[in-house]
């Protein structure tokens, strides 16, 4: 089947490896001039929600797929993009009774350590209630997953650079989509927070919500494992550590802010002292919907146009197994996308 996938960051990357994988024909349509969440992410892996110490949505079904989609991808590509590390999370006053309880109530027994640790975590990290250790985690290096995935595409002449405008530039039919004098079975959106109200998907309530992030340089502070505590602090390479990152859902622009360096330096400052210098601030949007779940599938009267969006700040770990969703359905037009990701949501009654 000759697909289209118009975007190429993390969804779009995940969704085209898959299909070429399976043999189909692909090509790939990217606006590299605009800002992509995938290149601004931190990259932290965490199957657990701390707030409410619970599993992520559905982790124990998403995890087999993205280690094995992540295994396959470095094997592909011929570069590491993922590296498992302990999450270590610092607890607050009272919180040890609730991370032994929630242990056993939601079954977190793959995820986490039920013990607590009352030894020092790092001389220069405030822990006075100790902390617990979350496993399965890690750093995802996906700047270089994008641009190696990237780097492919364009070797192989898969890629088309352009910012297209969907309701110009694609012709559809009930059969087929054309583009640029070819045609295709089936043209699939990837295009992250590019895709509020535009048509065909004018009904997804989207929530996008803005997110910056520091990278800070530190040869003193020389920590492996990830640290969170309202924020995290995530060991990459060469000393380098990203911090953040924030949330913010009223935003009228992409910019870094004075206001989001001083709340993450606030932050850092209540659980670590230690000599650092912030070499990078960098701003993104999340593509969020108003439920917080994926959007995946084709419009019933307009099956040959599909979507990939709203991966939100787990993108991760949600991606790979949200593209297998939507290649089900491309398979099979009998398979039922699960409903709480699935497109179909926004038009029940319409
Ligand atoms: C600050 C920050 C921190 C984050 N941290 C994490 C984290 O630690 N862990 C995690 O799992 N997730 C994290 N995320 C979320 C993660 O980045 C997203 O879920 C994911 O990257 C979304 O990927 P995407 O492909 O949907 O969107 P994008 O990466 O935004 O890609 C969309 C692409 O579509 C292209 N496009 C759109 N419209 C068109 C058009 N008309 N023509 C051509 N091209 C077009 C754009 O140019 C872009 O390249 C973070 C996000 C931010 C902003």
Same mark, same amino acid.
């Given at each position: 089947?000759k697909?289209?996938?118009i975007?190429q960051?993390?969804?779009g990357t995940?969704?085209a490896?898959k299909?070429?994988?399976?043999?189909?024909?692909?090509?790939?349509? @990217?606006?590299?001039?605009?800002?992509?969440?995938?290149?601004k992410a931190g990259?932290?892996?965490?199957? &657990?929600?701390?707030?409410?110490?619970t599993?992520?949505?559905?982790?124990d079904?998403?995890?087999p797929d993205?280690l094995?989609?992540?295994?396959?991808?470095?094997?592909?590509?011929?570069?590491?993009?993922?590296?498992?590390t302990? &999450?270590q999370r610092?607890?607050?006053?009272?919180?040890?009774?609730?991370?032994?309880?929630?242990?056993?109530?939601n079954?977190?027994?793959k995820y &986490?350590?039920?013990?607590?640790?009352?030894?020092?975590?790092?001389?220069y990290?405030?822990?006075p209630?100790?902390?617990?250790?979350?496993?399965?985690?890690g750093?995802y290096?996906?700047?270089?997953?994008?641009?190696?995935f990237?780097?492919?595409?364009e070797?192989?002449?898969?890629?088309?650079?352009?910012?297209? @405008?969907?309701?110009? @530039?694609?012709?559809?039919?009930?059969?087929?989509?054309?583009?640029?004098?070819?045609?295709?079975q089936?043209?699939?959106?990837?295009?992250?927070?590019?895709?509020?109200?535009?048509?065909?998907?004018?009904?997804i309530?989207y929530k996008?919500?803005?997110?910056e992030?520091?990278?800070?340089n530190?040869?003193?502070?020389?920590h492996?494992? &990830?640290?969170?505590?309202?924020?995290?602090?995530?060991?990459?390479?060469?000393?380098?550590y990203?911090?953040?990152?924030?949330? $913010?859902?009223?935003?009228?622009?992409?910019?870094?802010?004075?206001?989001?360096?001083?709340?993450?330096?606030?932050?850092?400052?209540?659980?670590?002292?230690?000599?650092?210098?912030?070499?990078?601030?960098?701003?993104?949007?999340?593509?969020?919907t108003?439920?917080?779940?994926?959007?995946?599938?084709?419009?019933?009267?307009?099956?040959n146009?599909?979507?990939?969006?709203?991966?939100?700040?787990?993108?991760?770990?949600? $991606?790979?197994?949200? $593209?297998?969703q939507?290649?089900?359905?491309m398979?099979?037009n009998?398979?039922?996308?699960h409903?709480?990701? @699935?497109?179909?949501?926004?038009?029940?009654?319409?």
């Open positions: 089947m697909t289209l996938i975007g960051g993390l969804a995940i969704l490896f299909l070429l994988q399976k043999g189909y024909s692909i090509t790939v349509i @990217d606006d590299n001039n605009q800002q992509k969440a995938s290149l990259g932290m892996v965490n199957p &657990i929600v701390f707030r409410r110490m599993k992520s949505w559905l982790i079904g998403l995890y993205f094995q989609t992540t295994h396959e991808l470095e094997k592909f590509l011929g570069h590491q993009f993922f590296y498992p302990p &999450i610092i607890l607050g006053a009272g919180e040890e009774l609730f991370w032994t309880r929630k242990y056993t109530e079954g977190l027994e &986490i350590d039920p013990r607590i640790s009352h030894t020092p975590i790092s001389p990290i405030e822990s209630y100790g902390y617990g250790t979350v496993h399965n985690g750093w290096d996906i700047q270089s997953l994008v641009s190696s990237r780097q492919y595409l070797t192989n002449g898969l890629l088309i650079h352009k910012n297209i @405008d969907i309701s110009k @530039d694609l012709k559809t039919d009930s059969n087929e989509v054309r583009f640029n004098n070819q045609t295709y089936k043209v699939i959106l990837c295009q992250g927070s590019f895709s509020s109200n535009q048509q065909p998907f004018n009904q309530k996008h919500t803005k997110g992030i520091l990278t800070i530190s040869p003193v502070f020389n492996k494992e &990830i640290i969170t505590k309202n924020l995290f602090i995530l060991p990459i390479h060469n000393q380098k990203k911090v953040g990152s924030t949330y $913010a859902w009223e935003y009228t622009d992409t910019n870094i802010t004075n206001e989001a360096k001083n709340e993450i330096i606030k932050k850092l400052k209540k659980i670590g002292r230690f000599p650092y210098s912030i070499i990078n601030q960098e701003a993104g949007i999340r593509p969020t108003h439920d917080r779940r994926p959007v995946i599938g084709f419009l019933k009267n307009q099956p146009i599909g979507i990939l969006n709203g991966l939100g700040s787990k993108g991760l770990l949600l $991606a790979p197994w949200s $593209a297998n939507l290649i089900q359905k398979e099979n009998n398979f039922q996308i409903p709480e990701v @699935d497109v179909e949501r926004y038009y029940k009654g319409k």
